[in-house]
């Protein structure tokens, strides 16, 4: 099959094959709109539209707690911003919309990073940016990085069932010793897989003087055309938008 194997295969077709520049531009869509202070008339409309995109993408790979997770606590932050900003006032009032606020609008934006890292690989993520002509500054860090966090992840979760079976838990005696046991082997394996992943980086061939071949394959599918316009026309709301009569 083309040196794709079919478990491969399969778990392509479970979940939306979207380009990586795709990808890239939804991010930008997100958090860039999501930032924005308008709160107002067709704004209503386009930034819940924009928050459930995360929720669909992370469903659509069958992480069904994660996706219930972040829609459960975008819910409820947006249900408080609402009764912050109609009914409450005074301290109380601020208090609450400085929190929701911040919730509402950093939450859409680093589930939509967190699905780009754990659904891109890093052939694909490099062929996408060869193909937009990025130097080779801005590839290898970004490369590093598609691996870092997914790696640092794992670790972490090694460590978490290391400590489970010796009994260290949160609540126990010390809470302090709790912390060091899991924060030093972290902290040790945080430097150590850096210096692999920079290494493996350099044995692929990044940063070579001839130009590098990718296996996978990339390209713009109905998927892709159809998120594109859905970006470009929440652009063109939230530019046009004191011209809409909502």
């Known amino acids: 099959m083309n040196g794709?194997?079919?478990?491969e295969t399969t778990e392509k077709g479970k979940r939306i094959l979207l380009d990586p520049r795709t990808k890239l531009f939804l991010l930008l869509t997100i958090t860039t709109l999501m930032f924005s202070t308008s709160n107002e008339g067709i704004m209503n409309i386009v930034k819940p539209c924009l928050s459930l995109v995360p929720f669909v993408l992370i469903l659509s790979e069958r992480r069904f707690r994660a996706a219930g997770k972040y829609l459960l606590l975008y819910a409820v932050c947006f249900v408080l911003e609402r009764i912050a900003l109609t009914v409450l006032s005074g301290l109380l009032s601020f208090l609450v919309l400085a929190v929701t606020s911040i919730m509402t609008r950093f939450a859409p934006g680093i589930m939509t990073g967190a699905w780009l890292i754990s659904s891109t690989s890093v052939s694909e993520f490099i062929g996408a940016a060869e193909r937009m002509h990025v130097t080779e500054k801005i590839v290898i860090p970004m490369s590093v990085i598609f691996r870092f966090f997914p790696t640092i992840s794992e670790e972490y979760q090694a460590i978490q069932d290391a400590m489970k079976m010796r009994g260290i838990r949160f609540g126990g005696k010390n809470p302090l010793l709790m912390m060091?046991?899991?924060?030093?082997?972290?902290?040790?394996?945080?430097v150590k897989i850096g210096d692999e992943l920079s290494a493996a980086a350099l044995t692929r061939g990044l940063g070579a003087p001839v130009r590098r071949t990718n296996v996978c394959q990339i390209g713009f599918r109905f998927q892709d055309v159809f998120a594109t316009i859905f970006c470009i026309l929440c652009f063109i709301l939230f530019l046009f938008q004191k011209q809409i009569i909502f």
């Not at 794709?4 to 478990?7: D, I, N």
């Not at 060091?180 to 945080?190: F, T």
């Open 4 to 7: 794709v194997s079919f478990s």
């Open 180 to 190: 060091e046991y899991r924060l030093v082997p972290l902290m040790v394996s945080v």
